[in-house]
């Protein structure tokens, strides 16, 4: 092995490292990759726009590997950089929504309410205090999510499904409800919601995977 002295922790050429990592770990190698390449595969969803959740999905992992790889994608897939920042406030808008909607966890336990479950349906319906303790944010927020939602370059259905994979990201449960519901309304089906979800898990997974290569580079300093 040669011995690594540089101080860049991110270069682009460091990815054309990962393929190293199946000598060893062989069978998670290759079956991770599998099960990326059919996530990302055509489907119900067009690879257009699992390369837009991808995107998407890589701006809220923080994986500077991955959004090279999948804005080069999506482009090579057709999308147009108006699509490209659609979808990154998309996933901003979640990102910064997921915060957000668990603020009515922060009113459970500041006021002492709530029960022994922690996540219900019907404590979402707290949100609206926040219009009353900061409203000028609450305004302004809400401004921002609707404005991200909407149609543009992609439709109301696009930016659900995305909204819907980010969710998964985030972790955030009122999330999961309000998108999944808002891309059914949209017109999205259960299909197509199923593989935004895998588009989501694979990037998700992805991060980690592309990172080895950060890995390699520290064992070997």
Do not use: W
């Amino acid at each position: 092995m040669t011995k690594i002295t540089e101080e860049g922790l991110y270069r682009k050429s460091n990815i054309h490292r990962l393929g190293e990592l199946k000598d060893y770990a062989p069978e998670a190698f290759s079956s991770f990759m599998d099960f990326n390449n059919k996530a990302l595969a055509e489907g119900k969803l067009s690879v257009k726009i699992k390369e837009l959740i991808a995107v998407a999905v890589a701006h809220v992992t923080g994986c500077p590997y991955c959004i090279e790889i999948h804005v080069n994608d999506v482009k090579k897939a057709g999308a147009n950089k108006e699509e490209v920042a659609e979808a990154i406030f998309v996933a901003t808008a979640l990102k910064a929504g997921s915060a957000f909607a668990h603020g009515v966890n922060a009113l459970n336990a500041f006021d002492g309410e709530g029960d022994e479950e922690l996540y219900k349906a019907s404590y979402f319906n707290r949100i609206k205090e926040f219009a009353r303790l900061s409203g000028e944010n609450f305004s302004a927020f809400i401004d921002f999510d609707q404005q991200a939602l909407k149609a543009g370059e992609l439709t109301v259905k696009e930016k659900e499904i995305i909204a819907v994979a980010v969710a998964h990201v985030t972790g955030c449960p009122y999330c999961i409800d309000i998108h999944v519901n808002g891309a059914k309304k949209a017109g999205a089906t259960l299909e197509e919601v199923t593989e935004a979800i895998f588009v989501a898990v694979a990037l998700k997974a992805g991060s980690a995977f592309a990172h080895g290569v950060n890995a390699l580079q520290a064992y070997m300093k």
